[in-house]
T-cell receptor
């Protein structure tokens, strides 16, 4: 069964540094998402992406965050200047249709900011 | 903004007992989805409900969407140790943004 893949599985970064999290969505899916989950808490929506542009974003997704689909397969999340509170698990997800369709999640990237 | 709450936060049952988690949204939802997240894992889609009052079953799992489309429930009959994990409801309303509930962590003692 096709799956969403994320790299790296764990990223350790110094506060203030830039980090790029990478995702390869399922190939025929059209909608892509990033979520964040702080340890032991709920899954929080960050951003959705469709047709090469952001379709929706949450209040968490401020100017420090950006997303890009640099080629036909990758979908990236960049955090420009990381803060301690950015430490969390970041999940990428994709769906064939919009958010009223099932979303398929990757295994996540654990981001640790020191 | 839209909030989705779940109760209970945590439930510990003996294997074979039933389990129910309840999901309540502050706003009317266009649809509700349920996901299961095993410890250390990622959310895995279980089911989607769209119609008011809809009830769907998957083996020992029964999902219900409220008449007002603001609440939902998941009931597991005769729990097994493989049911362990956190169950999240997730709803979308006027926008396509999917808002996850606070989750219910289920522990099953053999």
């Amino acid at each position: 069964e096709p799956e969403v893949t994320q790299t790296p599985s764990h990223q350790v970064t110094q506060m203030g540094q830039e980090v790029i999290l990478r995702c390869v969505p399922i190939s025929n899916h059209l909608y892509f998402y990033w979520y964040r989950q702080i340890l032991g808490q709920k899954v929080e929506f960050l951003v959705s992406f469709y047709n090469n542009e952001i379709s929706e974003k949450s209040e968490i997704f401020d100017d420090q965050f950006s997303v890009e689909r640099p080629d036909g397969s990758n979908f990236t999340l960049k955090i420009r200047s990381t803060k301690l509170e950015d430490s969390a698990m970041y999940f990428c997800a994709s769906s064939y249709g919009s958010s009223n369709q099932p979303q398929h999640f990757g295994d996540g990237t654990r981001l640790s900011i020191l | 903004g839209q909030q989705v709450m779940q109760i209970p936060q945590y439930q510990h049952v003996q294997e074979g007992e039933d389990f129910t988690t309840y999901c309540n949204s502050s706003t009317t939802l266009s649809n509700i989805q349920w996901y299961k997240q095993r410890p250390g894992g990622h959310p895995v889609f279980l089911i989607q409900l769209v119609k008011s009052g809809e009830v769907k079953k998957q083996k020992r799992l029964t999902f219900q969407f409220g008449e007002a489309k603001k609440n939902s429930s998941l009931h597991i009959t005769a729990t097994q140790t493989t049911d362990v994990g956190t169950y999240f409801c997730a709803g979308s309303g006027a926008t396509n943004k999917l808002i996850f509930g606070t989750g219910t962590l289920l522990a099953v003692q053999p």
